[in-house]
């Protein structure tokens, strides 16, 4: 017991446990407001400001966008939110194929072991407490399914694509916590993607019903989809019913600053996974997964 405990402090001592601490503490959704008014201000000042030292911090060119000056965005979502260039993105067309929703890095991919997706390395979360299944339902249905975590870093491009062609049926905003999603925060805070504030995005596809996950973070200062728009927080779950079809690689969504996209697939959907997609591949919005039904 005692070497327990002496191991749990050793190991918030350290700088990743001092960081994750932190996060604990710390006025999570004051922060991410305040974050939010200024990043959708239109005031020239405060979004040249902005643009030009993210852009610099992060070395971010607008090659690949729609818009190829730093001064045609209105406020700093509308840069951080920024299209890209058409055909900047191919979306591969294989047979039955799941593609990356997003830009980003694959946190983990792999299979529900009974219920449970890996988050890091030793740690595993429910699959219904991800999804906010109130009757244990989802837990049932996606057992032994499949997922995919993409992690979107600040650089990145900040739009969700869809992995499948499917007809969304239903989200749910589920409200949360708001920890930084990277890697260090994955290893050290038990639970993170479903305790984070999220919308779920359920559809019906020909493999069966499929998930994509938005998860927010610390600084997110919002969630929208095509289907919802800007998402309004609050205290509940939000639930809505829709009937909207979407082919791969459509726009589904977008983060205001970075987050996390799960793509959850059910045993019905038969997912291999591509063997050079693994954790901590770099992976582009389009790009192949896996195919389901191999």
């Not at 979004?47 to 729609?66: H, N, P, Q, R």
């Not at 007809?167 to 890697?183: C, D, H, M, Q, W």
Request: aromatic share 8%; charged share 20%; net charge positive.
């Amino acid at each position: 017991m005692k070497e327990s405990i002496k191991k749990q402090a050793q190991q918030l001592l350290t700088k990743d446990g001092i960081f994750t601490a932190i996060q604990h503490v710390v006025p999570q959704q004051k922060l991410s407001e305040t974050a939010g008014r200024l990043a959708a201000s239109n005031n020239p000042f405060v979004k040249k400001a902005f643009v030009s030292m993210f852009a610099k911090a992060y070395g971010i060119t607008l090659d690949e966008y729609g818009r190829k000056n730093l001064s045609d965005f209105k406020s700093f979502n509308d840069f951080f939110t920024r299209e890209l260039a058409k055909d900047a993105r191919p979306i591969n067309d294989t047979a039955n194929g799941i593609v990356s929703p997003a830009d980003g890095v694959i946190s983990q991919i792999g299979y529900i072991e009974q219920d449970q997706l890996l988050q890091a390395k030793g740690r595993y979360y429910a699959v219904g407490h991800l999804l906010a299944d109130t009757d244990n339902k989802d837990a049932d249905y996606y057992s032994a399914g499949s997922f995919a975590t993409v992690y979107l870093a600040p650089s990145n491009y900040h739009r969700v694509h869809m992995p499948f062609d499917g007809k969304l049926i239903e989200t749910r905003y589920v409200p949360g916590a708001l920890f930084s999603v990277n890697n260090v925060t994955a290893q050290n805070v038990p639970d993170l993607f479903a305790r984070n504030e999220r919308l779920v995005c359920i559809f019906e596809t020909q493999h069966g019903r499929a998930a994509v996950v938005l998860v927010g973070a610390m600084i997110v200062a919002g969630i929208e989809t095509v289907a919802t728009g800007k998402i309004e927080r609050s205290d509940s779950i939000q639930t809505l019913a829709h009937n909207l079809t979407l082919n791969k690689g459509d726009e589904l969504g977008r983060f205001y600053l970075g987050s996390t996209a799960i793509v959850v697939m059910p045993k019905s959907a038969g997912v291999e996974w591509s063997k050079t997609m693994q954790s901590g591949s770099a992976v582009q919005m389009g790009q192949l997964l896996g195919i389901a039904n191999k």
